[in-house]
Every structure is written in structure tokens, then in C-alpha cells.
């Protein structure tokens, strides 16, 4: 089992800038891949970020790409996701979740987090 807890949600205007955290506790960490996801009042929950077990690779939804950068550190069992330039549409709640390959946490994770809140205000 791997337990996901975000942080770093909240209220922030357009073209600020907010830095989610996803602390993982349980199974080793360092072998998971990892992603975010997103879902906005009455829509589907959607991909936004996704990061290979070693960091070398990184893939992104086009809504957010060249604005959110996804990160990870192993020795602190740590994901982040970096948004700048927010946008009022960007805003929803925010789920961690940890998937065994890159194609697991992008399409079916594993684990998910329960979430984090965060509004961008126009």
C-alpha cells in the first residue's frame, strides 16, 4: 500500500503562482511513477502532470504545459507540482496519485491522494 497526503492548495489570482506537495508514505516510494490530476466542479477528473520513477522523464496535459512543472524527491518521498501563470480555469481540486509504470498513473493510478483545493481568482 502507498498513502498519498497533498498540500499547498489555496486562493491565489490569476498569473500568481502556488507549489502543491505530495508526501508518500508505505511501499518504496523511489519505484513508483507519480502524477497529478485535476477535477473542476461538475467535470471529469483530468490528467495534468505525470513523472517517471527516476525523474528522467516527465510528461504533461497541454492546458498546463510550459506553465507546471512536475518534480520529485526520492530521498524525501516527495512529488511536487510547480503552477505558475494560473489561470481562473485551472482551478479545482488537485489529487496526487502512484502508478507501477508511467502508463499505470496516467490512464488507471494505483493510489490517489485525497485531494487539495485550489482556486484562482480573475
Known amino acids: 500500500q502507498v498513502q498519498l497526503v497533498e498540500s499547498g492548495g489555496g486562493l491565489v489570482q490569476a498569473g500568481g503562482s502556488l507549489r502543491l506537495s505530495c508526501a508518500a508514505s508505505?511501499?518504496?516510494?523511489?519505484?513508483?511513477?507519480m502524477g497529478w490530476f485535476r477535477q473542476a466542479p461538475g467535470k471529469e477528473r483530468e490528467f495534468v502532470a505525470a513523472i517517471s520513477w527516476s525523474g528522467g522523464s516527465t510528461y504533461y496535459a497541454d492546458s498546463v504545459k510550459g506553465r507546471f512543472t512536475i518534480s520529485r524527491d526520492n530521498a524525501k518521498n516527495t512529488v511536487y507540482l510547480q503552477m505558475n501563470s494560473l489561470k481562473p480555469e485551472d482551478t479545482a481540486v488537485y489529487y496526487c496519485?502512484?502508478?507501477?509504470?508511467?502508463?499505470?498513473?496516467?490512464?488507471?493510478?494505483?493510489?490517489w491522494g485525497q485531494g487539495t483545493q485550489v482556486t484562482v481568482s480573475s
Open positions: 496519485a502512484a502508478g507501477e509504470t508511467i502508463v499505470v498513473v496516467t490512464t488507471t493510478p494505483d493510489y
Open positions: 508505505g511501499r518504496t516510494f523511489s519505484s513508483y511513477a
